[in-house]
């Protein structure tokens, strides 16, 4: 239960900063309205530092992240018997992440009428800058074969000052490759927020993008299975 426990929280804790920066950024009448591609990249960066911390505490890996599970198993990096759980950590506490953002920033989205102000499923899930999704698939396949590559090279992730230096990878993902895509990286911090975003009572919701959706699931599966091979055979 310590996989499951770790990474549900340490997802929680990823999604509900992370995706509060979004709805930050996003909403109308927030402090940090209108911030720029920057803000958000180091926040993203320093809400999985803390959720890796917690997740570590808490006795998990602290992957939070099923393209960082799945492509580890399947190639004996992490054991099978652990992939459920940890998979089930990390969308439930996706979705329950999401959720308290959506509490959090309840009065900016009623006051943010419209998708053109900014009320959007982009502050739950990803959304391609350009639409074309062959090239929104490989940019999500390139990105995290990127992350899950250092990733590997990092060792346990968890000790020290390790999450913080996950973080900083998160932030240098995010402004040197994630301005094409929103960089996902992430099946479960993309589908939890998304699922949160379709059937919460969220004000002035619009479209969930669902057809957009296999993109950060498969983009990043791909990338981390790709990095975990190369590893594989070079190491």
Known sequence: MNGFIGEFFGTMILILIGGGCSAS???????????GWWFVCASWGLAVTMGVYVAGFLGSQGHL?????????????????QVLPYLAGQFLGAFV?????????????????????????????????IKSPLFNFLSEVI????????????????????????????????????????FALNPARDWSPRLAYTILPVPNKSSAE??????????????GVLACAIETAIA
């Open 25 to 35: 950024v996003n909403l109308k009448r927030n402090y940090a309205h209108g911030s």
């Open 210 to 223: 669902w057809w957009y959706a296999w993109v950060p699931m498969i983009g990043p599966l791909a990338g």
């Open 143 to 182: 990105a995290t074969f990127a992350f899950v590559f250092i990733l590997l090279n990092l060792g346990n992730f968890t000790t020290g000052m390790k999450p913080f230096i996950v973080g900083l990878l998160i932030t240098v993902i995010g402004t040197g490759l994630g301005s094409t895509t929103g």
């Open 97 to 129: 992440g999401a959720t308290l953002f959506v509490i959090q920033y309840y009065p900016q989205f009623k006051a943010t009428k419209t998708e053109k102000e900014g009320n959007s499923v982009g502050i739950f899930a990803t959304r391609p800058a």
């Open 65 to 81: 992240n099923p393209a960082v599970t799945i492509p580890y198993a399947l190639f004996g990096l992490f054991p099978w018997k």
